[in-house]
């Protein structure tokens, strides 16, 4: 039987969470609105942003990361995934600043970490208020506001398309798996050649240059908007499953990681889930081709080993995991997809920075 105390607790937690997804989703819709105005087609530009925004933004944003960095909290190091744990409001302005200082700068880092500060700040803000503990509000309040991103999804319609599992398909989709892991892991290599354990305003300055550069070469070349390259890319999954070519769709993908890598080794911050799952769409989507095979197994195969394989959670948890972004991406008639890309992705070894490095 619950006892009055623990129906309190457990009701001020609720209330906590659903602040913080509110939060979160209000948050989380603004950065992707910002986003699309500075990068997108229909917003700053008629078409697609030209060069010399192209290179100069994520110059801009490097000197801002550096002055926040420099000055107050350090913020998260996306090597190191994320982290539930109290945030007090007086370093909050810093730590989510530094974030949305990169996306919108167009470094390739995801908005997650901002929605996990909005929610344990809203959960260590009312804790005392509620009468609960400090780390469990803080939880609460992550937990809830890391909801927001599932919202879109959920209510976006699941039903996902008719499937029949040939062998060609499940092949394809193994391969996307394994495929999107290695594409990570590559990224992770070049984020691991930054700065160890301090912030550096050349290393900021100069890998923001480099990403721009890199999208602006890609713009030229391929003659596709940057949009591609730059960003977090979840807005953009769609738009790269699109493209011509099997070949383009690759280049894309390669180009992101470079930057995605390089994001993280000058020092931005950001979430690195949203850009792993981008990589693991476009392995499916190059897997599937290559095989001749229905996509649609190969796409959510790659996306699911992606998260699970930067999750590297319990098998439990993994297992969840695996069919909540299976049944968003995919729909429950590729739930054993989904499982089987979990598992894999949970079973290749994360290449992870020294203790040290992911504490910063």
Known sequence: MTTPSRTRTITALALIAVISLVAGYVLFSAIKFTIDYLWGADGLWSGKPPVAFIVALPVVAGLLVWGIRSRWQDGHNPLAGLALGPV?????????????????GGLVL????????????????????????VKNAALAGGGGALTALFVGPA???SAGPEFSYAAGDLLAAGIAAVSACALIAAARLIGLAGPRD?????WLLAGGLAVGVIAATYQTVSDQSAQLVLTSGEQMIKPLLALDT????????????VAYGLSMAAGFRGGPYFPAMFAGAGAGAVAAALLAADPAAAVTAGIVAAVTYLAHANWKF???????????VGGWQLAPVALVAAAI????????????????
Do not use: N, Q
């Not at 995801?110 to 503990?133: I, K, Q």
């Open 88 to 104: 007090a409001a007086r370093d909050y302005p810093s730590l989510v600043g530094a974030v949305i200082v990169s996306l919108l």
């Open 345 to 360: 992705g949970r079973a290749i070894p994360r290449l992870d920075p020294p203790a040290k490095v992911a504490a910063k």
């Open 198 to 202: 301090r912030v550096s305003g050349l």
């Open 155 to 157: 209510f976006g319609g």
């Open 110 to 133: 995801g908005p997650e970490v901002a929605l996990l500060f909005t929610g344990s700040v809203v959960g260590t803000t009312l804790a005392p208020r509620l009468g609960v503990s």
């Open 246 to 257: 099997t070949s383009l769709i690759a280049a894309t993908v390669g180009a992101k990681m």
């Open 318 to 328: 993994t297992a969840i995991l695996g069919l909540v972004i299976g049944f968003l």
